[in-house]
């Protein structure tokens, strides 16, 4: 949350005030305000604003100008004053307004910032079939790598309360790698192949453009399936395997009855209806299977997080592609040791099909969470025993 003068930029409510006074911006001008407070103690270059912006798609300069117009005039500024926002001749922005700290309504200052997230470095690599991948790197330390899964955006994770703490816990002690997967977030959206095996392709083309050798790997939800069969593929390269909300089957496979078979295809009748619309009532469904437990917050910053990431028609490729997952073969392929997190009342893949991973992996163990979110939040106990699992598995 950035506030100055009598502005605030909220990037969990993805709302823009002045006063009590609600200032309204089309998407791409808010996304531009937030790279820019953000970035606030340097010049952003035009290339990172089109990374961040319009993940790195093909738009003319006069694109951004006109959003940088748009932003001024928000805030009451202009090209010749430019009091907010600076032009830096040649190379890109700056904001330079004042941010000060907020304080509560007793007057007392609120409770000191989060821990800064180490900054990003976002670049660019080629999968097999030439769809452009968009991988990040942050913190230092020994690798660690995170395939990809559903719902994530390089440039909008490190601000959205959703992963943000992900982010920031996994760079504590690693050079923490992520990516994009294909059809989301800032890798090419129009992706003709759509498949389980050009993911665990992806990862592998991201692995080689970052040039590692050895080092253990993270799935979350249906990326630890991506996760088990890169193991399974390259016993030689991936030390320990760490895995949280994962599954060996998708709905479709493990479906057993008619109940199960309609709460599938359910799914995708959601994501037909109500991806693309203003009213947030049918993502809000998948916001309390992934997080019952959130709050308002959350579940608003949760469905920004949908409509950033991917198109509707993408979106519904996506859930169809999961519910067919089966990797139960890969999975007692897998050689290292495993540590496997699941939340104890996961309401989007219940505790049984971690089970089912933990009897399917030769050497792995599990952690019952007590939790019952899909995704974990960075306030809820289980985040501070998860970040406790994982870092003394990974340093055992």
Known sequence: MWRFDDYTLDTARYELKCGEDVVRVEPQVFDVLAQLLSNHERCVTKEELFDAVWGGRFVGEAALTSRIKAVRRA???????????????????????ALRAHHGTDGEPEPQPEPEIPRQHIAFCRAGDGIRLAYAVTGDGPPLVRAANWMTHLGYDVESPVWRHWVRDMSAHHTFIRYDE????????????????????????????????????????????????YAARHPEQVTRLVLCGAYARGRAVRAQGEDEKRAAALDLDLARVGWGRDDPAFRQVFAAQFLPDGTRADWDAFDQ???????????????????????????????????????????????????????????????????????LTATEPAWRVFCDEVRAFLAD
Request: net charge negative; aromatic share 8%.
């Open 305 to 375: 997080l949908q409509r950033r990431t991917t198109s509707p028609e993408n979106a519904v490729r996506f859930l169809q592609e999961f519910a067919h997952i089966d990797v139960r073969e890969q999975a007692g392929q897998v050689r290292c040791p495993t540590l496997i997190l699941h939340s104890r009342n996961d309401h989007r893949v219940p505790m049984r099909y971690g089970e089912e991973l933990a009897a399917l992996i030769p050497d792995s163990r599990l952690v019952a969470l007590a939790s019952n979110n899909h995704l």
């Open 182 to 229: 294909r059809g989301c977030g800032l890798s090419d959206w129009d992706a003709e192949d759509f498949t389980f095996d050009d993911w665990v392709a992806d990862l592998e083309s991201v692995v080689d453009a970052v040039g590692l050798d050895r080092f253990p790997l993270l799935g979350v939800s249906q990326g630890g399936a991506v996760a088990v069969a």
């Open 75 to 97: 805030l009451g500024d202009d090209g010749e004053s430019q009091r907010y926002i600076r032009t830096v001749r040649g190379r890109g922005y700056q904001f330079v307004g």
